[in-house]
C-alpha cells in the first residue's frame, strides 16, 4: 500500500509512506514479513500488529491451553494503556506457563516477552500444538478470549496499544513506538 495524499486513509495517518507485506507458505509454517518505508520529508510514527484470531473447535475451552511468555502485563483503564507495566507473576495474567482457556475471561496487553519461551497454544483433544515466533521488534503481546468465545486472540505488536500517547508521556521504550 502506498499512503500519500490522495490515498483514503492519509486522512487517519498523515505521512506518506510504503507499506508492504509478504507471506510465504511453508511446509510447516506461514512466515509473514513486512516493510515500511517512510517517503514523506518529515518523521513519522510506526507501529504495526498480527491480529490473528485462532478457533476453539466446538467452543470446548476446556480442551485449549495458551502460554504467553511475557512478564509483565500493561495497566489499562478502559482498555487503553496508562503507561505503567505491572508483572504478572502470581496473578491471574500469569500465563508464562500454559494455562487453560476455560479459566480465561481476558483482553490484556503484556510486554516483555521471553525469546526463550513459546507463545503457544494446545489443542489438547486433537494433540496439536501452535507455535508463534517473531522477530525481536515485536515486544508487545495482546491476548483476547472474553468467557465463552469460539476464539483466542494471540497478537504480536511491535508497540503497545495508544504509543503514541504512551510515547509522548515519556514512556518511550514501553511504547514500543518507531520514529521512522
Known amino acids: 500500500i502506498d499512503i500519500d495524499r ?3 486513509v492519509f486522512e487517519g495517518y498523515p505521512f506518506p509512506c510504503k507499506f508492504s507485506l509478504e507471506f510465504s507458505l511453508l511446509p ?3 512466515q509473514i514479513e513486512f ?3 517512510n517517503t514523506g520529508s518529515k518523521i513519522a510514527p510506526f ?3 498480527l491480529h490473528a484470531f485462532w478457533g ?3 467452543n470446548k475451552r476446556e480442551n485449549v491451553f495458551i502460554q504467553v511468555p511475557c512478564s509483565q502485563s500493561l495497566e489499562l483503564v478502559n482498555l487503553i494503556p496508562t503507561g505503567n507495566a505491572l508483572p504478572v507473576e502470581g496473578t491471574k495474567l500469569d500465563l508464562q506457563a500454559f494455562r487453560c482457556l476455560g479459566d480465561l475471561d481476558i483482553d490484556m496487553a503484556f510486554w516483555n516477552i521471553d525469546r ?4 503457544a ?4 483433544d486433537l494433540g496439536i500444538q501452535l507455535t508463534l515466533q517473531s522477530s525481536d521488534i515485536f515486544e508487545h503481546m495482546i491476548v483476547s478470549s472474553p468467557a465463552d468465545a469460539p476464539f483466542v486472540c494471540m497478537e504480536n505488536l511491535t508497540c503497545c496499544p ?3 500517547n504512551v510515547y509522548a508521556k515519556g514512556k518511550e521504550k514501553l511504547s514500543g513506538l518507531r520514529v521512522v
Not at 116 to 119: G, I, M, R, T
Not at 121 to 124: A, G
Request: charged letters at 20%.
Open 116 to 119: 526463550n519461551s513459546a507463545q
Open 121 to 124: 497454544i494446545q489443542y489438547k
Open 35 to 37: 516493510n515500511y518505508e
Open 56 to 58: 476453539v473447535p466446538n
Open 162 to 164: 495508544d504509543a503514541p
Open 6 to 8: 490522495d490515498s483514503p
Open 28 to 30: 510447516r509454517s506461514l
Open 47 to 49: 507501529g504495526f500488529g
